[in-house]
Structures are given as structure tokens and as C-alpha cells.
């Protein structure tokens, strides 16, 4: 089974992912990430590579994050440690700094006893698959051992967060005074800065789930478990709330009245406002395969066309870098704004959500009603062939005949796990019932064709 999944490497902490495992990654990073020409250049110049890494507050964040450092100043490379910060800061400062690569540390919405490890190269962008699998080679090959003044310092990243507060701040296009709203931090990486950020934007902010100790990181709380968020929203009559994950590269929102506002509802939301000012490139939206058909409906009507790309916001980052297009992301709430930044950031996500409510002067419940939510139906089918799925003609006509019936109304979709033995049927349709009727058939049709 690869190592590295579709987010990074991740796993339950002295588990699978100990910190021999993460030393030892750091060390193949800097072999992998120290062969490109810039990083060549700066060698020749008598300079050493430099890392900017980072971590969300989970307890075992502390010494898988001393491993990684280790690991990168062992091999030659000047770290610098921006301690708790959000996923998407890290891969801001990668980029603002001009440093060869960068590290975070973080499971993102998992629970506190897993954890994982991220890695951006130069620009803060995530990796494609073809480098993170010459880094999972190079674990068994040499390593860089430098001696004497060869081995990189480690140093304090001091001003970190108040780098990313200024940038964040500096992409709104309006202040957001008179809006109250809730923040749901997760206990997580967000839980300093992104109230912070919302005041410093002229907000009301009233703060939840923001007082980690190490083990409560998502527990309960954030994007995963909206439900008090809500609850908070409709007790203290605000206006809006936002809930991010534990590494805050996730943003869902409640309206008013307690509604769940997901992440396709908040690209219609934006990608309507940037097309309206003229600078949503090309009036292109990039989502995943798993937005809802709502999503391409409403945005059809508006003349933005919908392309999409496999699951994973790297991926939607990919296509839509190759395409120079400004708005992307997924219904899991991970949103990117190309011109801000290079992955999914909850925090900018949020603030810039907001701001289109102050300026447009609507609830976000009057601004969630560009779209008409399909209901999506879900069926893991387990223990089958994952990769016979598309070339058995007896699925094929079975998907045939659903797609027939279903017409405009709805769409279906069958994709094989990345890591399990299991094929995830998706249907949706104009109404709830044909829609678990559906995805029920087409999942007993896989599990007799598949089956192992």
C-alpha cells in the first residue's frame, strides 16, 4: 500500500506514523526537494536549503514536528518552526519567504490520536504524486549527512501568524462591520488567528471550540460536527457561522437560522460574485467529481461552466494551475482562491464569505439560494474488486439504465477506493426516495458482479 495517501501521510501517531518514520521522511524530502536547479543555484552560492515548517495542536504534533526538524537540519537544511499555525499559513509563508519547501504536521479533521505529515514545495503548493512516490523511494536510499557548518540551524518563526493575518486582511474586498458571527475553531490550528482575523475585519465575533489542550482537536466541534455551531448561531441571534477543521484548510457555514451551508454552496456563492466583477477566469469553476449537480445547474445558468477533477483539492489545484482559472474546490468545504492562495484555506474562505454578505447587504441564506441542493446518496459497497468496477458490462448497463431514467433530473457516479477494497456508489436525484432506491440497486448489482 503507497505511503502517502491523498492528503499526505497520515496515520495514528506511534502507530504506523512514529517519529523514526517522520525523521526519516524529512531526511528523504530534503534528498527528493534538494535536486531541482533553484536548489542547486542557491548550493552553489555557499547557501543552505531552507524549510518552513509547522504543526497543528494535537499532543503529538510536539515531538513528530522535533523529528521533522531533525530531520531536515541533519540533512543541511535551515528550518524555520512557525509552531501552531493553519495548514494554508504554512503554504502561504513557504511562498512569502521564498523558501525551497515546507512541512506541516497536522490530520486535519481526524481525531486527536492520529496525525499526519504534509509537504509543499517551493511556491506552497502541494505535491503531485510522481514526487511524493520518489520520496517514499528515497526512504531506503542514502541520506544527506553534512558535518560541521554544513548542517542546517533551527530558529523560531516569530512573526508567523502576524504575516498571515496581514495577508489574509489584505485580500478582503470590503470590511465586514455590522455582521455577527460565530467561529467554530475546532481546537484546532485556528483557534488564535482566525478570531483575530474576523475582528480585525470590523466583525462582531463570538468564539467556540477554541482552547486546545492537545487531545480535544475536533472532538465534538468544527466542520465535521456542525451542530452546535448552530445551535450558538440561532441561541445568540448572529447573523452567520463558520466552522473550520483542525488545520483550517476546511470552511462550512450556518445561516441565520440554523441551515448547514456546504462547500459547493459556498463556491456558487463566490464564483456568482467574482463573475460579477469580471474576474473569475475564463467564468470557470473547477470542483470534484462529487459537487452536486445543483451546483453545475446553478452556475450553468449563469454562464460559468463546471470542470471537473478526481477527489482532492491538489488535484482541483492542478487543473485549475493548468488552466489559470481563479476558483475551485470541493464540497467538503476545501476551498482555493488562486489569486490568495495555493491550497484550501478555511479562514480566507470564511472571511471572504462574509464579505460578500456585507457587501451584497443579504443573508447568507438569501445568497445560499443560488443553488437547489440534489439529494446525494452515498453506499460503500465493501469487500469487491475495486478496479473491475468500469470494465464490467453488467454495471455499465445498470448505470445506463439508472442515468436513462434519472435524465437531467439527477446523476450517478461509481468510484473505487484509493486504499480499500470497496466501490463508492453516488446517486442523486430530484428526490430523496429515487435516490436510495437507485443508489441501493446499483450497489447489490457491484457487490454480485465484484465480489471477492
Do not use: W
Amino acid at each position: 500500500m503507497p505511503l502517502f495517501g491523498t492528503d499526505g501521510v497520515r496515520g495514528l501517531a506511534n502507530g504506523p506514523l512514529t517519529a523514526d518514520l517522520a525523521l526519516s521522511l524529512a531526511q528523504a524530502t530534503a534528498v527528493v526537494l534538494g535536486q531541482g536547479r533553484s536548489a542547486e543555484a542557491r548550493r552553489q552560492e555557499g547557501k543552505r536549503l531552507t524549510a518552513v515548517i509547522a504543526r497543528d495542536p494535537r499532543v503529538s504534533g510536539e515531538f513528530l514536528s522535533a523529528a521533522v526538524a531533525a530531520g531536515l537540519a541533519s540533512s543541511g537544511v535551515d528550518v524555520f518552526d512557525a509552531g501552531v499555525i493553519p495548514t494554508p499559513a504554512l503554504a502561504f509563508l513557504v511562498a512569502d519567504t521564498g523558501a525551497d519547501f515546507g512541512v506541516v504536521v497536522s490530520a486535519s479533521h481526524n481525531p486527536a490520536p492520529d496525525n499526519g505529515i504534509k509537504i509543499f514545495a517551493r511556491g506552497g503548493v502541494k505535491l503531485p504524486d510522481e514526487v511524493e512516490l520518489r520520496i517514499e523511494q528515497a526512504l531506503t536510499g542514502p541520506k544527506l549527512q553534512p558535518t560541521g557548518s554544513g548542517v542546517g540551524r533551527i530558529r523560531r518563526f516569530s512573526d508567523a501568524e502576524d504575516r498571515y493575518l496581514i495577508h489574509l486582511l489584505g485580500s478582503l474586498p470590503n470590511r465586514l462591520d455590522g455582521i455577527h458571527v460565530v467561529l467554530d475553531c475546532a481546537h484546532g490550528a485556528a483557534s488564535g488567528v482566525s478570531p483575530d482575523a474576523f475582528r480585525d475585519a470590523g466583525a462582531e465575533v463570538t468564539v467556540i471550540g477554541a482552547d486546545p489542550d492537545g487531545l480535544n482537536i475536533n472532538d465534538g466541534v468544527g466542520s465535521t460536527h456542525l451542530d452546535n455551531l448552530a445551535e450558538a448561531v440561532v441561541r445568540l441571534g448572529a447573523d452567520v457561522g463558520i466552522a473550520h477543521d483542525g488545520d483550517a484548510d476546511r470552511c462550512l457555514a450556518v445561516d441565520a437560522e440554523g441551515n448547514f451551508i456546504d462547500g459547493d454552496q459556498i463556491m456558487a456563492i463566490l464564483a456568482a460574485a467574482m463573475h460579477e466583477r469580471g474576474v473569475l477566469t475564463d467564468d470557470v469553476l473547477v470542483a470534484t467529481v462529487m459537487s452536486n449537480l445543483g451546483l453545475h445547474r446553478a452556475m450553468g445558468e449563469r454562464g460559468i461552466t463546471v470542470k471537473t477533477t478526481a477527489v482532492g483539492d491538489r488535484y482541483v489545484l492542478e487543473e485549475m494551475n493548468d488552466g489559470g482559472f481563479a476558483l475551485g474546490g470541493e464540497q467538503s468545504g476545501h476551498v482555493i482562491m488562486r489569486e490568495f492562495a495555493t491550497t484550501g484555506d478555511g479562514v480566507l474562505t470564511g472571511l471572504h464569505l462574509v464579505a460578500e454578505m456585507a457587501h451584497q447587504k443579504k443573508s447568507l441564506a438569501e445568497l445560499a439560494q443560488i443553488m437547489t441542493i440534489y439529494p446525494q446518496v452515498m453506499v460503500n459497497v465493501r469487500g469487491v474488486d475495486r478496479d473491475g468496477v468500469h470494465g464490467d458490462d453488467e454495471i455499465a448497463a445498470a448505470v445506463a439504465a439508472v442515468e436513462a431514467e434519472l435524465g437531467d433530473t439527477g446523476r450517478v457516479l461509481l468510484r473505487p477506493s484509493g486504499t480499500e477494497p470497496l466501490v463508492r456508489v453516488m446517486v442523486e436525484a430530484a428526490d430523496e426516495d429515487s435516490a436510495q432506491r437507485h443508489a441501493a440497486a446499483l450497489a447489490a448489482v457491484v457487490k454480485s458482479r465484484l465480489a471477492i
